[in-house]
């Protein structure tokens, strides 16, 4: 009766089942120009002559770049604000423009300095001046001032006390007189007094 005869180790790894290859990775996207320079491709790819606001603007970088932040909004408004701060962008009726290199510089606020006249070489500039009043110049070979003697009042002077002199006393008042005949000694009760009834008539028969 005839054996088989046992297969050998290289007819075994060629009979195990090959593995798929890894899949690969996704590409990492592109990395982002900085925002100043998407902004100012954007407005020069418009080419509007009143500028592009700021929704027109955000339009034209999505579409060229995808790819964009979360943040995307937030952060154009923080660069367009910084960009317009810094004289790198111009605002017009809320559209945002490329500033006129041949414009005048952007007068500030209040009135301009007066420019300084040149000073000589060599020149010390003196020490600044206190505040306050300086004091007055004495000679001091002059002789002491006389103390000031006080004078005591004229008089011819009116005398009068300084203020408001006191209010007099009235006199000369008449008698007060009462409805009820009481003595003028006597306290006034409170409230109304009453009424004084008229004496009864005795009626005489017919």
Known sequence: MATEEPKSNNENICSAPVPPPPASAPAPAPALPPYPEMILSAIEALNDKNGSNKSTISKHIESTYGNLPPAHSTLLTHHLNRMKATGQLAMLKNNYLKPDPNAPP???????????????????????????????????????????????????????????????????????????????????????????KPAATATVGA
């Open 106 to 196: 952007r007068r500030g606020r209040g009135r301009p300095p007066k420019p300084k006249p040149a000073l000589p070489p060599g020149y010390v500039p003196p020490p600044p001046r206190p505040r306050g009043r300086p004091p007055k110049v004495t000679d001091p070979l002059a002789p002491p001032a006389p103390p000031k003697k006080k004078t005591a009042p004229s008089s011819t002077g009116s005398g009068r006390k300084r203020g408001r002199p006191p209010k007099a006393a009235k006199t000369g008042a008449g008698p007060v007189s009462t409805s009820t005949g009481a003595p003028s000694g006597a306290p006034r009760g409170r409230g109304r007094p009453p009424k004084v």
